[in-house]
Nanobody, 114 residues
């Protein structure tokens, strides 16, 4: 079964940048719309960005203009480039298919704090 492995999180100051990575399979990234999601303890998981197989991108208004979703040429890694980070971006970040979602990975923690 295809697995999802997020990485790249960490502690960053407000206004800073991070790049998150999601390792997965080429068969997935080349054929399926993929998304990034985030979750804060006690709240529902929240969609933040989508990348379609053709390269179209969609963003939540919460992150539009600050975050960029992309994938590598080999189509085995999904990225989320985050800039102008805010304290409210603090969350565990996950990647997954947009539809027919796979079991969620462990996520990667992003903490934005002065």
């Amino acid at each position: 079964q295809v697995q999802l492995a997020e990485s790249g999180g960490g502690l960053v100051q407000p206004g800073g940048s991070l790049r998150l990575s999601c390792a997965t399979s080429k068969s997935l990234l080349s054929r399926t719309s993929m998304g990034w999601y985030r979750q804060v303890p006690g709240k529902q998981r929240q969609w933040i960005a989508t990348l379609t197989p053709s390269g179209n991108t969609f963003y939540s208004l919460l992150v539009k203009g600050r975050f960029t979703i992309s994938k590598d040429i080999a189509q085995t890694t999904l990225f989320l480039d985050m800039s102008e980070l805010k304290v409210e971006d603090t969350a565990v970040y996950y990647c997954n298919k947009v539809e027919d979602q796979l079991p969620w990975g462990q996520g990667t923690q992003v903490i934005v704090s002065p």
